[in-house]
């Protein structure tokens, strides 16, 4: 049976101790393993090679799967603050990510919407709601708050 420090080893040799990348090793450990299993590995894997696999993935992927893949150790490492980073980028510069607010906000109102907010103010020195309040209007303003708010 693998240990965490062993799937930390698989992905070290299948990214950076290797010509080409073993995408599939990448895949196999960070798709099919728990939170807490996979946040160990990132630890160990950051042990034992000196930087961070979010590192070592800007090096060995590209397009998508980098993205998605950052996305994913972003997640995993901080899931509180990799949701207050995204409905951040929603309200951020001309116009609002109407749909990224929607699917955060509320799929997140029953699990860890308290977290995210204390992340949010904590990262960007503003309440979710006061960020809300001034980057939406209407119906649809109050509704998202009234979500944020508990009501």
């Excluded at 240990?3 to 450990?29: N, P, V, Y």
């Excluded at 590995?41 to 590209?62: C, K, M, P, W």
């Excluded at 929603?90 to 749909?99: D, S």
């Amino acid at each position: 049976m693998c240990t965490l420090t062993d799937h930390a080893h698989e992905l070290e040799q299948a990214g950076e101790k290797r010509w080409g990348t073993d995408e599939s090793t990448f895949m196999k450990i960070l798709i099919t393993k728990s939170f807490p299993h996979l946040q160990q590995v990132l630890n160990d894997y950051e042990q034992i090679t000196g930087h961070s696999i979010e590192e070592a993935i800007r090096n060995e992927f590209s397009d998508d799967m980098k993205d998605g893949l950052i996305a994913l150790v972003k997640n995993i490492q901080n899931q509180p603050g990799y949701f207050a980073f995204e409905l951040y980028q929603a309200m951020k510069g001309l116009g609002t990510n109407e749909k990224d607010l929607i699917r955060i906000i509320v799929s997140r109102s029953e699990i860890d919407l308290t977290l995210i907010k204390q992340q949010y103010e904590q990262n960007y020195g503003q309440s979710l709601a006061d960020n809300i309040e001034s980057e939406c209007s209407g119906s649809f303003r109050d509704t998202l708050i009234a979500i944020i708010k508990g009501n």
